[in-house]
DNA sequence: TATAGTAAGCTACTTTTAGTAAGTCAAGTT
DNA sequence: AACTTGACTTACTAAAAGTAGCTTACTATA
């Protein structure tokens, strides 16, 4: 356990078992998906070429066609896989709390650990190019996000007794999210802020108002 | 002054008083921005092609060349164009508060009014596609609101006596940046909010953290 | 074991679009 | 009249997405 192995090291090492190159379909899917995201992390979405990652995983072009459809969908996948990975992360960190307050420090904790170990890709993934254009893909993220969200403010209303609109859950997530994206891609150019302090520094930022926004909410029903 | 006039037209209606076709450079550039931003706004920067904008101002391809320079650079003027707007609008509405609470209220309610005003530019050119990675030009509004947060956390720790380290300004004014403009985006599925609730809204999500962040940032000088 | 079927891959295209080289044409200036 | 300049054109190149159609190796079964 010395070593350790990127995803493209492991996917390559896999291929490379196959020496007369006629790789099963799932093992080259694996490769160039790790190819792809390393490239995306690389150049960015625009710049990247479909014909580099198709000689780079040492193989024609129409085979990645055949394995992905487009770069397009090519790229959802990678941000799909990528923000699995983060949600799985956060989740597990929020499982080990109970209370509100205590789960939202821990999931934001682990997003800025997560980060820090996945700069590159997360800032050509989720940040740059047509990032924005896929939100779709990386709304998962925020729909986890929605829970802990949820969670701080259901508590808050449950005393008084309210039931809050979804919709104001909904668009409080994102903007709770959007917080923590943009302060994400500030801290690219800030790395000596360890991930303590930019974790403690959102909640101090953000709970106050999540707690209190319950009477703001109740105001109009 | 019955009927309101779009910037094209203004800028189409100046370029035909030349009816030989050849138009002074500044006119041309004038109406060439316009073009480029409706079609931005309708397509989307990568869909949007050089050869349409040619078409649609009458004109050859190196004309727009010449006068533009890049596809990218004309992408970031009208970025430049829109968010100069944008932040004229901001500091109009700011100018007529002095407390940093109504400053960043009525800042607020400008940002949701004026993206009201002008949802499809604004989704092109700040939020689809390749709009991130332009984030250099959309920089300056969020230098705008760095101002207000300053006005709201210095006002907050003059109190304490303290002086704030600079660098946590500008990470929690990004932040702040990020909530509105992940909640705009938002709106933009539920345009039957009015501004006034939006503007409340965000209000009551962070001035509370905004005002009772001093505390946390004294912890760390 | 011969052979049909299939999975993996290739060469060689088409199409689209950003960007450019080189020239035309009208209007003033000397 | 010759000369420069500024707006504009035609006709290209280059790069990259995506595809049609062929080849080759492996596998199952008669």
């Given at each position: ?114 980060i820090d170990e996945h700069r590159q890709s997360w800032s050509a993934l989720f940040v740059g190019d047509v990032a924005s254009s896929f939100s779709t893909e990386a709304e998962s993220v925020r729909k986890q996000q929605f ?63 999540l707690t209190s926004l319950s009477d703001f909410l109740n105001i109009k029903p």
């Amino acid at each position: 356990m010395g070593t350790t192995h990127s995803a493209v090291q492991i996917a390559t090492a896999e291929v490379e078992a196959y020496p007369h190159g006629r790789v099963p379909r799932h093992i080259r899917e694996k490769q160039v998906l790790a190819l792809a995201e390393e490239l995306f992390a690389e150049k960015g979405f625009a710049v990247a070429s479909m014909d580099e990652l198709a000689l780079r995983a040492g193989v024609s072009k129409p085979v990645i066609y055949d394995l992905v459809g487009s770069k397009e969908e090519l790229f959802k996948a990678c941000i799909a896989r990528a923000s699995g990975e983060l949600r799985e992360q956060i989740a597990e960190a929020v499982s080990h709390q109970s209370e509100p307050v205590s789960q939202l420090r821990a999931g934001s904790l682990a997003f800025f650990k997560f980060i820090d170990e996945h700069r590159q890709s997360w800032s050509a993934l989720f940040v740059g190019d047509v990032a924005s254009s896929f939100s779709t893909e990386a709304e998962s993220v925020r729909k986890q996000q929605f829970d802990l969200v949820a969670g701080l403010l259901e508590k808050a209303t449950r005393v008084i007794g309210t039931q809050i609109e979804y919709k104001f859950l909904e668009g409080t997530a994102h903007a709770v999210n959007g917080a923590f994206e943009a302060v994400a891609v500030w801290w690219w150019e800030h790395p000596e802020l360890p991930c303590e302090v930019m974790s403690e520094w959102m909640v101090a930022l953000l709970v106050p108002g999540l707690t209190s926004l319950s009477d703001f909410l109740n105001i109009k029903p």
